[in-house]
């Protein structure tokens, strides 16, 4: 089968154009640095099969990030049959620069000229035929995200895929392009492949090209020196790079015609980045956006209109709906679906226990209880997880978020904190173990590290209904507050932590110089309905995959060891305190009474020690154990219901006297321990070695600690503010006192 690849500029359309072409679902971000690792998919529409091989995105094929050795390396080694090297064509100069490159290795390239809808808009247009004379390779102007011309594109490739091509250059210095040619010549008596690329890269004293070419560097040194008249300086990196952008200037950009030559055009991006990324209004209508999503997800008082309300304006008392669009106030968008959902899956649970009735009692127990009461507890928060990720998804494919990367830059980059490392962070609201893979783009090892430790307190989906069932129920049973404002105060408090934890340890263990940051800001464009579908879609998908597969073993695991004592007898409900798993709970409950869910609760108050426990699995599992657990307690607790997460955490307040800073402690403690098993097998994996890897697992059970027993402290008597507050200035004086030491030590 042949294999192409896509190779471009990050944000230049790549995964966009293989999504299309293969038909599948990968992450299509409006920021650079989405993809990195490759990926593959196949291409059906031409007379054989094709793969399609989607690459990270690269400025250049130099060494000097991970992304960059990736898709060079590929596209040497696994010797691809075709290379469509996809630009983005409103920035044509620019994305050809990594063209020229890709020119100089002996493999087939394709250009396609992407984002065409978006040139003639402008008014622009590109000459492709005369683009096509002067590179030498075909050129088809596309639209990756309208779908025109990609069959072309394909055919295209397909026929140029059977010739042979030999890597030209586009330098045109005669001293350099001389001296090329004899290292090429040199090369290809040693039987190198691909002379041209190693011979231009070799001149350039590319850092892997030394490596690979030990003796060939020689001949480099020796012409530097025989040539220091001719050519200027000795930077011969720079001098390719220069030769490259003026041929570049010379011969490509007479192809494009600008519609408003040289006048000075503000487009609508420009206005809107006036206000977004204000100085200082940046971070507040941040805070601002994300609080309204955080409203339209969560709020039971939908735009704060409960005191105006009529009283049971709409509670469809006495019906199946009741309670559905609200009670007290109006109902937000996502609480109105999981209301629904509720409804649902009551009159399942209802259905099913009737069938049941007739049945052993442990038989019902296991399935009503153990399974439905699981599962149900954690399918409950679906809509939510679903809304809150419209709009996340809305926000990042608009190129919201990638502002974002830039204003948290501006703000925090004296404290050790680049903006390219906030893309990770910001990657981990979604999932921790793509965001992880991700700080492969970090070029400072120990910003990677410090990056990869705090991920796990941007709360990421699997968390959120912990969040949501917790806040739901201290709404429900202490009438405080609303669920929308405490999920964001939890989701502010993580990466509050986060960025508190990373400049701690780039001002001690982890100082290191803060890489410039260079990231070109998207233009805002509408997002694309079809690509919310699909991330949506994928992420409910992969929420019920989980729910059904780790949750749903999980609870049948739970409700075994809950159920029998460890002389493996039968226990029913109400003896549940003597089973496996409350001696289990009992043993580890001692270890969190300094945040409140310890010894001090009542003789259930173990179910949250285990539940915190199962999380470590999946942190869906802490809602689910809580729910199987509420579940059995039904029959011991009468006046709460059960359904739900909800109603499942209500219920244990019930059972526990646990008291209102302790849950908020208990929400901190998830949120920002010891992140699941995947996620911690991706810092494994990102990990240099086995000792950083060690200290990072104490450094998320130290961090959950303090913070957790912080808040359950202060919570619980509001002196303690003033010592954590007088260690929190202790800490910081040592810390100025000592590197200011250090530094002047250094001088
Ligand atoms: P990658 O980083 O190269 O994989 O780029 P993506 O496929 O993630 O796309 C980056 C952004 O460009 C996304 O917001 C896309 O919706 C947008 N985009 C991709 N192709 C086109 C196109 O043909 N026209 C326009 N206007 N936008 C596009
Ligand atoms: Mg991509």
């Known amino acids: 089968m042949y294999r192409f690849c896509l190779a471009g500029n990050p944000n230049s359309g790549k995964t966009t154009l293989f999504n299309n072409l293969t038909g599948s679902t990968a992450h299509v971000g409006n920021w650079p640095g989405v993809t990195v690792d490759k990926k593959e998919g196949v291409y059906k529409k031409c007379n054989e099969p094709i ?21 060079r390396n590929y596209i040497l080694d696994e ?54 004379k002067r590179l030498g390779i075909p050129v088809v102007k596309i639209s990756a995200l309208k779908g025109t011309n990609l069959d072309k594109l394909m055919d295209r490739a397909y026929e140029t895929c059977k010739q042979k091509r030999e890597g030209i250059t586009v330098i045109e210095d005669q001293a350099l392009k001389h001296f090329i040619g004899d290292v090429k010549i040199a090369l290809e008596g040693q039987g190198v492949l691909n002379p041209m690329f190693h011979a231009v890269k070799l001149a350039e004293l590319d850092e892997l090209e030394v490596l690979m070419h030990k003796d060939t560097v020689n001949m480099v040194e020796a012409f530097k020196k025989t040539h220091q008249d001719e050519i200027f300086g ?24 600008r519609k408003n030559k040289d006048k000075f055009v503000v487009t609508p991006s420009d206005k809107a980045d006036k206000v977004l990324t204000h100085k200082i209004w940046g971070i507040p209508i941040f805070l601002l956006i994300l609080f309204a999503i955080f ?59 009737g069938w049941l009735s007739s049945a052993p009692q442990w038989v019902g127990g296991l399935i009503c209880d153990g399974i439905l009461g699981g599962i149900f507890a954690i399918m409950s928060f679906l809509p939510q997880i679903l809304v809150l990720f419209l709009f996340f998804s809305i926000l990042e494919d608009s190129g919201y978020m990638a502002r974002i990367a830039f204003i948290l830059d501006r703000a925090l980059r004296k404290f050790g904190l680049s903006g ?137 695991v739970i409700w075994f060891v809950s159920h029998f004592s460890f002389s493996w007898e039968f226990l029913p409900d109400e003896m549940m305190d003597q089973s496996i798993l409350g001696g289990i709970g009992k043993l580890l409950q001692p270890l969190f009474t300094p945040l409140g869910f310890g010894s001090q609760l009542n003789s259930m108050g173990w179910v949250f020690a285990v539940a915190a426990i199962t999380g470590l699995i999946a942190k869906e599992n802490v809602v689910s154990t809580l729910g199987t657990l509420a579940a059995c307690l039904t029959s011991v607790i009468i006046d709460v219901e059960a359904d739900g997460g909800v109603g499942a955490v209500s219920l244990m307040i019930q059972g526990t006297g646990i008291t209102l800073p302790a ?85």
């Open 51 to 71: 793969a399609i091989v989607d690459l990270p995105g690269i400025y250049s094929l130099s060494p000097y990030t991970s992304e960059e050795v990736i898709a």
């Open 234 to 257: 000795d930077d011969f990196e720079a001098l390719v790079a220069d030769a490259r952008y003026k041929y570049i200037t010379k011969y490509f950009s007479p192809t494009l015609k």
């Open 420 to 556: 390219r490392a906030f893309i990770p962070m910001i990657m981990g609201f979604g999932c921790s173990v793509p965001a992880m893979i991700n700080t492969r783009t970090l070029a400072d090892d120990k910003e990677k590290l410090a990056t990869v430790r705090v991920i796990p307190f941007f709360s990421c989906g699997a968390k959120l209904p912990i969040l949501t069932a917790v806040s739901g129920a201290i709404v429900a049973s202490f009438g405080v507050g609303n669920v929308d404002v405490i999920t964001y105060g939890m989701y502010i408090l993580g990466v509050v932590t986060a960025l508190v934890a990373v400049i701690l340890m780039r001002e001690t263990t982890l100082k290191g110089d803060i890489p410039p940051f260079i990231m070109e800001l998207p233009s805002y464009h509408a997002p694309q309905f079809k690509n919310l579908m699909m991330l949506l879609w994928d992420k409910a998908k992969h929420f019920i995959k989980k729910a059904f597969t780790i949750i749903l073993a999980s609870t049948i």
């Open 79 to 132: 010797k691809p049959d075709c290379v469509i090297n996809i630009i983005d064509a409103t920035n044509l100069e620019r994305n050809l620069y990594l063209t020229t490159q890709i020119l100089e290795i002996d493999v087939p390239v394709v250009l396609a000229l992407n984002m065409m809808d978006a040139v003639e808009k402008r008014g622009d247009s590109i000459d492709a035929g005369e683009l096509e």
């Open 663 to 747: 849950l908020l402690a208990f929400i901190a403690f998830n949120m920002t321990t010891i992140p699941c098993f995947a996620a911690v097998a991706a810092a494994r994996g990102e990990s240099a070695n086995k000792k950083t890897f060690r200290w990072t697992l104490v450094f998320w059970l130290a961090t959950s600690y303090i913070v957790a027993s912080g808040i359950y402290l202060i919570g619980s008597f509001w002196w303690v503010s003033f010592i954590y507050l007088a260690v929190a200035v202790a800490v910081a004086f040592i810390i100025i006192a000592y590197n200011k030491k250090r530094f002047s030590k250094v001088k």
């Open 295 to 353: 409203h339209l997800t969560f709020s039971e008082n939908f735009l704060f209109l409960g005191g105006l309300l009529p009283e049971n304006w709409v509670s469809l008392e006495g019906t199946a709906f009741e309670g559905v669009f609200g009670a007290g106030g109006i109902n937000a968008p996502g609480v109105v679906l999981m209301n629904l959902l509720e409804v649902l899956t009551t009159a399942i649970s209802d259905l099913v226990a």
